[in-house]
């Protein structure tokens, strides 16, 4: 971005730093470009002085700080710095050297096919990351895309919500927050609507459009009649050729349950059938993309194709096309796109890495419905497992991510070769995992440790906020199977251990297969026994790790348990071990 000269009434200093230009003004601050006293550049986005005194504002700079430092630094500028409690509070990040794409097109006009292609996938990484960070982004167009050598980064949290909140629609013209142009149908209906991760896709379709084009697809002499053309008729995609059109279209539909989310749209960025050609051009010569684009996807969405000569990447195992949502293989006849996103508008929150959004649901005397029926370990053989759809090592940030709060008190961490979630004073946490949209049937399977005593390992399945899902409780004598909704875990199967796990111990492997409306639970291998799923509404298929406090133990108000490798897979037909 091309600095501007200080104003007379802007700081010279701001903390240990030199303010030098401007960089950009939004509606919550200033972004200057400033010196650290080492001499390294860096940007400085700061709260308008008559705000400062605001705690409403302050709350929500300090929520902005803490999304931009959930968002990993490969597609947007590094959070170095931050002081939200300063007479002027402020936030500094890395400086990127490189215009708007904004700028690009008002200057050079519409970019070329290869480029076109590599700033959309570039974006869409982007989201990916953002959108598996627990954040959306709310504002993303062509003044918040960077075109910084290696990769596109997105910046601007500043009007961000977490995935899950309170962000909702913006009904009331004074409180319209973010670029017409660019903002989707639901974000002009009922202000208590939740507002999902699909409005960040519907900004890229627009952001796409006007880089290749130069114009909007909803353009109107006025943001009231872009807003109506937004809400009542279809995009012109003129002008936009090419295999992007038809991913530009999806974007764009009225529904948001009809557009796909980040990862779907990254994955048929890179690796769609139809579309190497396009894929081989944007990323060629282009190893920083090729690889944020990579570190952005999950085992279970393809990776990159490698440029000619390169070795395929070793970050993961390939699937097969028809193993991602909405894909195909190439011999397929299409027979329709599954997103596999619910349809209510109102109910949509595409949740994402669970530990950013830790839900604590009242107390553990609230939360425990009562110990369920106890039944015996007989049950049918435990049927094989098929194609993998996700894996992790749980070793590293990969899937699952690090986090600690604020206060200490809950934390997920890497330590060991194992994933290790602790709480005190809390009755339960779950970790930031992957966003990935799984089958309603599907194996887990997934090494478990009790560290400590009074701690039982949850796994949450068919997963989605705020509804909640169902939930397995491994503890030390039992293992618990019900739902996790809203303010109430229920127990609807009580699976006994005839050998105690050792607190302590080495792991053990917890399996659960879910078929139809029963789940199986195993440990190493040999089944524990049978639970109905109930008849609770539950509509999620996520799968998230974390840590319970145990209700029948003394309690001692902390927990910990560890988890190694988990594999995720279709059930019923043999898959590769």
Same mark, same amino acid.
């Given at each position: 971005?091309?600095?501007?000269?200080?104003?007379?009434?802007?700081?010279?200093r701001?903390?240990?730093?030199?303010?030098?230009g401007?960089?950009?003004?939004?509606?919550?601050?200033?972004v200057?470009?400033a010196?650290?006293?080492?001499?390294a550049?860096?940007?400085?986005?700061?709260?308008?002085?008559?705000?400062?005194?605001?705690?409403? #504002?302050?709350?929500?700079?300090?929520?902005?700080?803490?999304?931009?430092?959930?968002?990993p630094p490969?597609?947007?500028?590094?959070?170095?710095?931050?002081d939200?409690d300063?007479?002027?509070?402020?936030?500094?990040?890395?400086?990127?050297?490189g215009? =708007?794409?904004?700028?690009?097109?008002?200057?050079?006009?519409?970019l070329t096919?290869?480029?076109?292609?590599?700033?959309?996938?570039?974006?869409?990484?982007a989201?990916?990351?953002?959108?598996?960070?627990g954040? +959306?982004?709310?504002?993303?167009?062509?003044?918040?895309?960077l075109?910084?050598p290696g990769?596109?980064?997105?910046?601007?949290?500043?009007?961000?919500r977490?995935?899950?909140?309170?962000?909702?629609?913006? /009904?009331?013209?004074e #409180?319209?927050?973010?670029?017409?142009a660019?903002?989707?149908?639901?974000?002009f209906?009922?202000?208590?609507?939740?507002?999902?991760?699909?409005?960040? +896709?519907?900004?890229?379709?627009?952001v796409?459009?006007?880089?290749?084009t130069?114009?909007?697809p909803?353009g109107?002499?006025?943001?009231l009649? /872009?807003?109506g053309?937004i809400? $009542?008729?279809?995009?012109?995609?003129?002008g936009?050729?090419?295999?992007?059109?038809?991913?530009?279209?999806?974007? !764009?539909?009225?529904?948001p349950?009809?557009?796909p989310?980040?990862r779907?749209?990254?994955?048929?960025l890179?690796?769609?059938?139809?579309r190497p050609a396009?894929?081989?051009?944007?990323?060629a010569?282009?190893?920083?993309?090729?690889?944020?684009?990579n570190?952005a996807?999950?085992v =279970?969405?393809? !990776?990159?194709?490698?440029?000619?000569?390169?070795p395929?990447?070793?970050?993961?195992?390939?699937?097969?096309?028809?193993?991602?949502?909405g894909?195909?293989e190439?011999d397929?006849?299409? *027979?329709?796109r599954?997103?596999f996103?619910?349809?209510a +508008?109102?109910l949509?929150?595409m949740?994402?890495?669970?530990?950013?959004?830790?839900?604590?649901?009242?107390?553990?005397?609230?939360?425990v419905a009562?110990?369920?029926?106890?039944?015996?370990? /007989?049950? %049918?053989p435990?049927?094989?497992?098929?194609?993998l759809?996700?894996?992790?090592?749980?070793? @590293?940030?990969?899937?699952w !991510?690090?986090?600690?709060?604020p206060?200490g008190?809950?934390?997920?961490?890497?330590?060991?070769?194992?994933?290790h979630? *602790?709480?005190d004073?809390?009755?339960?946490?779950?970790?930031?995992?992957?966003?990935?949209?799984?089958p309603?049937?599907?194996?887990?399977?997934?090494?478990? *440790?009790?560290?400590?005593?009074?701690?039982?390992?949850?796994?949450?399945?068919? #997963?989605?906020?705020p509804?909640g899902?169902?939930?397995?409780?491994v503890?030390?004598d039992?293992? #618990?199977v019900?739902?996790?909704? %809203?303010?109430?875990?229920?127990? $609807? @199967?009580?699976l006994?251990?005839?050998?105690?796990?050792?607190?302590?111990?080495?792991?053990? *492997?917890?399996g659960?297969?879910?078929?139809?409306?029963?789940?199986?639970?195993?440990?190493?291998g040999?089944?524990?026994?049978?639970?109905?799923?109930?008849?609770a509404?539950?509509?999620?298929?996520?799968?998230?790790?974390?840590v319970f406090?145990? @209700?029948?133990?003394?309690?001692?108000g902390s927990?910990?348990?560890?988890?190694?490798?988990?594999?995720?897979?279709?059930?019923?037909?043999?898959?590769?071990?």
């Open positions: 971005m091309r600095p501007e000269p200080l104003r007379p009434h802007d700081p010279a701001l903390g240990s730093y030199e303010l030098v401007r960089l950009g003004e939004g509606g919550m601050g200033t200057y470009l010196r650290t006293a080492a001499g550049q860096v940007a400085v986005k700061v709260v308008r002085a008559d705000l400062s005194p605001d705690d409403e #504002f302050r709350r929500r700079f300090r929520s902005e700080v803490a999304r931009a430092r959930q968002v490969f597609c947007t500028a590094e959070v170095l710095d931050a939200p300063a007479e002027h509070p402020y936030l500094v990040v890395e400086y990127v050297d215009p =708007t794409l904004a700028q690009v097109v008002d200057d050079r006009g519409p096919a290869a480029n076109l292609h590599s700033v959309a996938i570039g974006v869409a990484t989201l990916t990351a953002i959108h598996g960070a954040v +959306i982004h709310r504002d993303l167009k062509p003044r918040n895309v075109l910084a990769t596109p980064k997105v910046i601007d949290f500043g009007i961000a977490a995935v899950g909140g309170t962000a909702t629609g913006n /009904t009331a013209p #409180f319209m927050m973010g670029t017409v660019y903002m989707a149908p639901e974000r209906g009922d202000a208590e609507v939740p507002l999902t991760a699909a409005a960040d +896709i519907f900004a890229w379709g627009g796409v459009m006007y880089a290749g130069g114009r909007t909803f109107g002499d006025s943001p009649a /872009t807003a053309r809400l $009542t008729q279809q995009p012109d995609l003129s936009l050729g090419g295999p992007l059109r038809e991913l530009v279209s999806y974007a !764009l539909s009225k529904d349950a009809d557009r989310s980040a779907e749209l990254l994955d048929m890179v690796a769609g059938p139809s396009a894929t081989a051009a944007a990323l010569g282009q190893p920083d993309l090729r690889a944020a684009a570190q996807q999950s =279970t969405g393809l !990776l990159t194709a490698p440029a000619p000569g390169e395929p990447t070793p970050e993961g195992p390939t699937v097969p096309v028809s193993a991602v949502p894909m195909v190439p397929q006849e299409r *027979r329709g599954r997103w996103l619910p349809a +508008i109102a949509l929150v949740a994402v890495i669970a530990g950013t959004m830790m839900l604590v649901f009242g107390s553990p005397a609230d939360q009562g110990p369920g029926t106890t039944v015996p370990a /007989t049950v %049918s435990l049927p094989p497992a098929g194609p759809l996700l894996a992790d090592d749980l070793d @590293r940030n990969r899937l !991510l690090a986090k600690t709060e206060d008190k809950s934390s997920c961490v890497f330590t060991g070769g194992e994933l979630v *602790r709480i004073g809390k009755p339960l946490y779950k970790c930031r995992g992957p966003q990935d949209t799984l309603d049937d599907l194996s887990i399977d997934v090494g478990v *440790r009790l560290v400590s005593d009074g701690a039982c390992a949850a796994i949450w399945y068919h #997963f989605k906020l509804r899902g169902h939930l397995v409780r503890c030390q039992n293992v #618990f019900g739902t996790h909704q %809203s303010a109430e875990v229920s127990v $609807t @199967r009580t006994p251990l005839d050998n105690p796990i050792q607190v302590g111990g080495p792991p053990v *492997r917890i659960l297969h879910v078929a139809g409306d029963v789940v199986t639970v195993s440990r190493d040999v089944a524990l026994g049978e639970a109905p799923l109930g008849d509404e539950i509509t999620g298929n996520r799968v998230l790790l974390g406090l145990d @209700r029948d133990t003394p309690d001692s927990a910990e348990v560890a988890f190694d490798h988990i594999e995720v897979r279709e059930p019923g037909r043999p898959g590769p071990r």
